[in-house]
């Protein structure tokens, strides 16, 4: 069966320090991968997604980036956080192709201080 | 641009009371409707999908319809249970659909009174 492995779980950082987060799926092969960000009591917001190694779309303009140095790895990263980043960040996958579930994984709660 | 209104932002019910959340979408090309539940702290599980060829869906106490016309979906959850209580969260497909993206709505917190 799939999973999704997603760390650290939680992170303080201050203010203009580097972030990297790291999502892995096992079980498959070629999925799609997914960073969404909620804010606390919102909804979530799409923030990259990707369909293949080294492919890397962006939904909305902002401070992070995102890699996906391996087929199965997607990272999330900073290299000077802001206050504004702060939140849950969720990595979540699906098998490629039209129609198919997207999974989330556990989510990883960032306070930028 | 794409947008997702899901209503009510809060619903409190007595148990084995049924509740309805209701959603609405604005891109017609959509064509693939999940809905997650998320417990606090933790990342949303899928509990029910539809499809726009289908028009109902039904999972035990689950149920979910779709009115294409109206672009409006539904989540209807029958006999409520306790553990019913968390944030639902209804979404919809945009863009093509190999990239598999969705938009979500703002949640209905459901608390389900014992």
């Known amino acids: 069966s799939q999973t999704i492995h997603q760390w650290p779980a939680t992170l303080v950082q201050p203010v203009g320090s580097p972030l990297s987060l790291e999502c892995t799926v096992e079980?498959?092969?070629?999925?799609?991968l997914y960073w969404y960000r909620q804010a606390a009591g919102r909804g979530l917001q799409l923030l990259f997604y990707s369909v293949g190694i080294g492919q890397i779309s962006s939904e909305v303009p902002q401070n992070l980036s995102a890699s996906r140095p391996q087929d199965r790895q997607f990272i999330l990263s900073s290299k000077k956080l802001l206050l504004s980043d702060s939140g849950f960040y969720l990595c979540?996958?699906?098998?490629?192709?039209?129609?198919?579930?997207?999974?989330f994984g556990e989510g990883s709660w960032l306070t930028v201080v | 641009g794409e947008n997702v209104e899901q209503h009510p932002s809060t619903l409190s019910v007595q148990e084995g009371d049924s509740a309805v959340i209701k959603c609405t979408y604005s891109d017609s090309a959509s064509n693939y409707f999940p809905w997650y539940k998320q417990e606090l702290g933790k990342g949303p599980q899928l509990i029910i999908d539809?499809?726009?060829?289908?028009g109902e869906k039904k999972d035990q106490r689950i149920a979910v319809t779709l009115n294409k016309t109206a672009k409006h979906f539904s989540l209807h959850i029958t006999e409520t249970q306790p553990e019913d209580s968390a944030v639902y969260f209804c979404?919809?497909?945009?863009?093509?659909?190999?990239?598999?993206?969705?938009?979500f709505g703002q949640g209905t917190t459901l608390q389900v009174k014992p």
């Open positions: 079980g498959t092969s070629n999925p799609n």
């Open positions: 979404a919809a497909s945009y863009g093509s659909s190999n990239t598999g993206k969705l938009i």
């Open positions: 539809i499809r726009s060829n289908v």
């Open positions: 979540a996958w699906r098998e490629g192709g039209p129609g198919n579930t997207i999974y």
